[in-house]
């Protein structure tokens, strides 16, 4: 089987298996994305060379707790307050860990990666980032899984239309160092083909008022930005790792962290912007 047929066979397994899992039901969302965060603590240890038992105990247990504490969300009072904090608790620690990885990215000193640090980026970089990404389909209205899937579809347009921009117009580097057929121009288009999709799911798929539209804009603007940064900095870890793919279970697209570090980057900014939205409404 040759590499494209491979890839593209592959892909789309992906896909429908995100999307129905997404549609099918909440259990069916969050098996789905508890085997995700599995697979991706076990390709990240084996990225920063550290034992995989402990990592995958304690993924399971916090992703455990957290299920737990969504599905007594109509429990009582001192459940829904301790839900509250628990958000704002995980949102300022991956915020904290995000900046941290923004800075290994831009640090040409760092060769490797010492044994505290490579525990913070497990939980800050993968754990967390994981738990906040299933809680952005939970609204006043409950579970709506198009909320996620429109943040894939973003993502993957802003992903695609880069790389066909890129390939096409692209002269200008936009981070040589570590990711080199990245340019500018592609990193523009991408986010600019994003915006267009963003407007078409806000007025045809999700259906919000129009005086909204602009929510899934800014989303947009924050998938290009902060999707674009996620995908470097799974690159920095796998050049300090030497390895070309964080896994193989994805035949010609590597592991799940090849497949989802532009969302795990994503997903804490879009919480937070939510939060901002609620403050301000």
């Known amino acids: 089987m040759n590499e494209t047929l491979k ?10 298996l995100l999307i129905s899992c997404l549609l ?3 259990e069916s969302f969050f098996i789905l994305f508890g ?15 550290i034992n995989k038992i402990i990592p995958i105990i304690l993924a399971s247990v916090t992703y455990g707790i957290f299920c737990a504490i969504t599905f007594a969300v109509d429990g009582p009072l001192f459940l829904l307050k301790f839900n509250r904090t628990f958000d704002l608790s995980i ?24 044994a505290f640090s490579k525990y913070v980026y497990l939980i800050g970089y993968v754990i967390l980032p994981f738990i906040i990404l299933t809680k952005i389909p939970f609204g006043i209205a409950g579970y709506n899984p198009k909320i996620l899937i ?9 992903d695609s239309f880069a790389y066909i921009v890129g390939k096409s117009i692209g002269k200008t580097k936009l981070f040589e160092r570590i990711s080199p057929k990245k340019t500018i121009e592609g990193f523009l288009g991408g986010v600019f083909f994003a915006v267009i999709a963003s ?35 799974e690159s920095k870890f796998k050049r300090i790792a030497e390895v070309k793919d ?15 570090d532009s969302v795990i980057f994503v997903a804490p900014i879009v919480f937070l912007f939510y939060q901002i939205l609620n403050y301000v409404s």
């Not at 078409?200 to 919000?208: E, K, L, P, S």
């Open 199 to 233: 407007y078409i799911i806000a007025v045809y798929y999700i259906q919000i008022a129009e005086a909204k539209i602009f929510i899934w804009i800014i989303i947009a603007l924050i998938v290009g930005f902060f999707g674009t940064i996620g995908d470097l900095i």
């Open 91 to 114: 949102l300022f620690s991956t915020l904290f860990v995000s900046a941290k990885c923004i800075h290994l990215l831009f640090d040409t000193k760092t060769g490797k990666i010492d």
């Open 24 to 26: 099918y039901s909440t």
């Open 35 to 49: 085997a995700f965060l599995l697979i991706a603590t076990y390709e990240f240890c084996a990225l920063v060379h």
């Open 246 to 260: 964080s896994g193989k279970i994805m035949p010609g697209h590597g592991g799940v962290l090849d497949r989802l």
């Open 7 to 16: 890839r593209s066979i592959s892909g789309a397994v992906y896909i429908i």
């Open 150 to 158: 429109s943040i894939f579809i973003l993502i993957w347009t802003n």
